[in-house]
């Protein structure tokens, strides 16, 4: 594999993927110019248990990767009847989805022989990073906004990460985090702006394709910075430019009524995500009230004729009871998306099956049940 190069969409620079710069010069989101094979299961190493068994279609430019995988991807699929199924993404090494991103990232990191890394979250994503710098020998620090959950935060203290909870909101305590990266003081292993996190996530693409030999007429996804919505479409790409998607499926983006801001721009057409204040929501993973891609969120959605759903805040905590009633105890993130699902099946909007993940363990929700 050669150089890896990162672009900016908006101005056309290139640069190598070393670069400490986390962010283009105009204020661009970087991209990766990355192509990989076409998506075959022949090419997929069934020795490794792990999303690292598709290393074939990942930007990895070297094997750093055994050094920082601690087993994440391969979690199961269940029917939760018989037009639903769920895949367990809380099943990971720190009971998050955001484990397939930080895998990608750290790797990269641990590629470059950085020493530092620093990051922003509401939580799950800091955990992720937190967990595989450990795992690198990497020291770590991350921002967490106040009110994020006690659980999350002792978490990411317990894998000896500095933690600083800022006293702003979300996206305040984003700026602060990115303030303090352009200071040079660590590598900013960003879940937003580093593309190998998406590269992570595409993985869960991958893992359902593989698992039932198809994928679902329906894929419902938690949008607030788009982390996993980002990769479910590029591997999407990937699979029907291999042929092997008779149809693409509807990719339906879940936001709370707190904090829509993509939703609102996507319902009024407009090209950029509308300017809100986000309230408080229990669904703090997806409370993101200025998404650093959200421009390119709307594109996919307007360009593959994706669907937008809210949830009602007052619909969260029946959703997590009713989930934790059938075996699955869930953070209010993924109970926010259930619900949303749950409303749209009452409504007769869904047609076929519906595939949800369920992000983030229970646990990590305390307070409210």
């Given at each position: 594999?050669g150089e890896l190069q990162f672009y900016c969409p908006r101005c056309g620079r290139r640069i190598a993927v070393k670069t400490p710069e986390y962010c283009c010069a105009c204020g661009g989101a970087f991209e990766l110019d990355f192509a990989p094979p076409a998506f075959d299961l022949a090419l997929v190493d069934s020795s490794q248990w792990g999303l690292f068994r598709y290393r074939a279609f990942l930007p990895l430019p070297d094997e750093s990767w055994r050094a920082v995988t601690m087993g994440e991807g391969m979690t199961p699929v269940l029917p939760l009847d018989a037009q639903t199924l769920v895949k367990l993404e809380y099943a990971m090494p720190t009971l998050s989805f955001k484990?397939?991103?930080?895998?990608?990232?750290?790797?990269?990191?641990?590629?470059?022989?950085?020493?530092?890394?620093?990051?922003?979250?509401?939580?799950?994503?800091?955990?992720?990073?937190?967990?595989?710098?450990?795992?690198?020998?990497?020291?770590?620090?991350?921002?967490?906004?106040?009110?994020?959950?006690?659980?999350?935060?002792?978490?990411?203290?317990?894998?000896?990460?500095?933690?600083?909870?800022?006293?702003?909101?979300?996206?305040?305590?984003?700026?602060?985090?990115?303030?303090?990266?352009?200071?040079?003081?660590?590598?900013?292993?960003?879940?937003?702006?580093?593309?190998?996190?998406?590269?992570?996530?595409?993985?869960?693409?991958?893992?359902?394709?593989?698992?039932?030999?198809?994928?679902?007429?329906?894929?419902?996804?938690?949008?607030?910075?788009?982390?996993?919505?980002?990769?479910?479409?590029?591997?999407?790409?990937?699979?029907?430019?291999?042929?092997?998607?008779?149809?693409?499926?509807?990719?339906?983006?879940?936001?709370?009524?707190?904090?829509?801001?993509?939703?609102?721009?996507?319902?009024?057409?407009?090209?950029?995500?509308?300017?809100?204040?986000?309230?408080?929501?229990?669904?703090?993973?997806?409370?993101?009230?200025?998404?650093?891609?959200?421009?390119?969120?709307?594109?996919?959605?307007?360009?593959?004729?994706?669907?937008?759903?809210?949830?009602?805040?007052?619909?969260?905590?029946?959703?997590?009871?009713?989930?934790?009633?059938?075996?699955?105890?869930?953070?209010?993130?993924?109970?926010?998306?259930?619900?949303?699902?749950?409303?749209?099946?009452?409504?007769?909007?869904?047609?076929?099956?519906?595939?949800?993940?369920?992000?983030?363990?229970?646990?990590?929700?305390?307070?409210?049940?």
């Amino acid at each position: 594999m050669g150089e890896l190069q990162f672009y900016c969409p908006r101005c056309g620079r290139r640069i190598a993927v070393k670069t400490p710069e986390y962010c283009c010069a105009c204020g661009g989101a970087f991209e990766l110019d990355f192509a990989p094979p076409a998506f075959d299961l022949a090419l997929v190493d069934s020795s490794q248990w792990g999303l690292f068994r598709y290393r074939a279609f990942l930007p990895l430019p070297d094997e750093s990767w055994r050094a920082v995988t601690m087993g994440e991807g391969m979690t199961p699929v269940l029917p939760l009847d018989a037009q639903t199924l769920v895949k367990l993404e809380y099943a990971m090494p720190t009971l998050s989805f955001k484990d397939r991103g930080a895998a990608l990232v750290i790797s990269l990191c641990k590629s470059l022989g950085v020493q530092r890394v620093l990051q922003d979250s509401s939580g799950n994503a800091g955990n992720s990073i937190a967990a595989y710098a450990a795992r690198a020998g990497m020291e770590c620090e991350i921002f967490v906004p106040r009110g994020t959950s006690p659980a999350k935060i002792d978490m990411i203290r317990s894998y000896g990460a500095e933690v600083v909870v800022f006293e702003g909101t979300r996206d305040e305590t984003a700026e602060a985090c990115r303030q303090k990266a352009k200071s040079g003081a660590a590598f900013y292993a960003s879940h937003v702006f580093n593309p190998f996190f998406y590269q992570g996530t595409k993985t869960y693409v991958y893992e359902v394709y593989e698992q039932l030999g198809r994928l679902p007429d329906n894929l419902f996804v938690p949008v607030g910075n788009g982390t996993l919505y980002l990769g479910v479409h590029l591997a999407l790409d990937e699979l029907e430019k291999a042929g092997l998607l008779p149809r693409r499926p509807t990719v339906w983006a879940v936001q709370s009524e707190r904090c829509a801001p993509i939703l609102r721009a996507f319902e009024a057409g407009e090209k950029t995500p509308a300017d809100i204040k986000p309230l408080p929501t229990l669904a703090e993973g997806i409370a993101i009230g200025r998404p650093v891609r959200g421009e390119r969120i709307l594109q996919l959605a307007r360009a593959h004729g994706d669907r937008f759903v809210s949830i009602a805040e007052e619909e969260i905590l029946p959703a997590r009871r009713a989930l934790a009633e059938r075996g699955f105890f869930v953070e209010h993130t993924t109970a926010a998306t259930y619900a949303a699902y749950l409303a749209c099946q009452s409504r007769g909007d869904v047609q076929g099956d519906s595939l949800l993940p369920l992000c983030g363990a229970g646990l990590k929700s305390q307070g409210k049940q």
